[in-house]
């Protein structure tokens, strides 16, 4: 009777603690956690999902050591491989997080995770090129998911790829219409690629939505100045900098689209230039 509810006490525990996890309450689930690996230390699922918990607020070192306890259980847990990763690239370990989604990748070549988070690491390593065979792998191993053909999109708009990022950007809002940021990023590189009227008709669709978004503000008032349109362009500018003066402010000194209004008094009133 009383192994039984043991048993059942660590179900509820277990069920609790996923609970939270999917409330987005990651300390609580430790809690419960815990409770389960002091009854029972080698409880996979329990060491996995309070390595995840660890990671979100950020206890990059107790993740590991979470994620390692899961190694010495199964050497090529990829999941176990994979989450090491992200927790030494957090803690700025860049090879040693290579080496670990090197090691996912190699026990489970399907894992598409951790091809995506290599990529993710080349690009901030500036290494495009390879970043792309990386999120490619990804879109290929787990073609459902739009996480790396997003990011594709990210890299190949710095390599100066319009077409090719803006293609990637209308792939994954056409398989998911309601992936905001990838359509988004459909107005930015038709922007990019000087068709500021159809990315203003896309900004004004999210911005019916999300009025008070500065990044959609600011880049309609982009596309505004682009077309010639500099009093509706320094208005939106103007309310874009209400929201968050320094860093607009630093944005629009920068902007090449803006240069011609250098001259502008009311520019440079906004802007402090």
């Known amino acids: 009777m009383g192994l039984f509810g043991s048993k059942e ?34 409880n996979t699922q329990a060491l996995l999902n309070k390595g995840l918990a660890l990671n979100q607020i950020k206890k990059y070192s107790d993740a590991v050591t979470c994620f390692d306890k899961l190694l010495e259980i199964n050497p090529k ?14 803690m700025k370990n860049i090879q040693g997080a290579s080496e670990c989604y090197d090691k996912a990748i190699e026990a489970d070549p399907k ?36 996480n790396a053909m997003f990011y594709k999109g990210i ?3 710095k390599m100066k790829k319009h077409e090719e990022a803006l293609n990637c950007f209308e792939n994954v809002h056409r398989k998911s219409p309601s992936h905001m940021d990838a359509f988004f990023h459909v107005g930015i590189e038709l ?16 911005l019916a939505k999300h009025k008070d978004n ?19 362009s320094l ?29 502008n008094d009311k520019f440079r009133a906004l802007v402090k230039l």
């Open 235 to 263: 208005e939106l500018l103007k309310h874009a900098i209400t929201k968050n003066p320094k860093t607009i402010r630093e944005w629009a000194k920068k902007e090449k689209i803006f240069t011609q209004l250098h001259n």
């Open 77 to 90: 847990d990829a999941q176990a491989l994979n989450n090491i990763g992200i927790a030494m690239a957090e």
């Open 9 to 42: 006490n660590m179900e509820d525990l277990m069920y609790n603690a996923m609970s939270l996890m999917e409330k987005n309450q990651p300390k609580g689930a430790i809690t419960l956690f815990n409770k389960v690996l002091n009854q029972d230390s080698k």
């Open 155 to 157: 890299v190949l708009g």
């Open 191 to 206: 922007a990019e690629l000087d068709k500021h009227e159809k990315a203003i008709e896309i900004f004004d669709q999210i």
């Open 214 to 232: 500065i990044n959609i503000i600011y880049a309609k008032s982009r596309s505004k100045a682009a077309l010639g349109a500099y009093p509706e």
């Open 111 to 146: 894992n598409a995770a951790s091809y995506f988070n290599k990529g993710v690491l080349l690009d901030k390593l500036q290494e495009c090129e390879e970043a792309l065979e990386f999120l490619d792998k990804a879109i290929t191993v787990d073609p459902k998911k739009h």
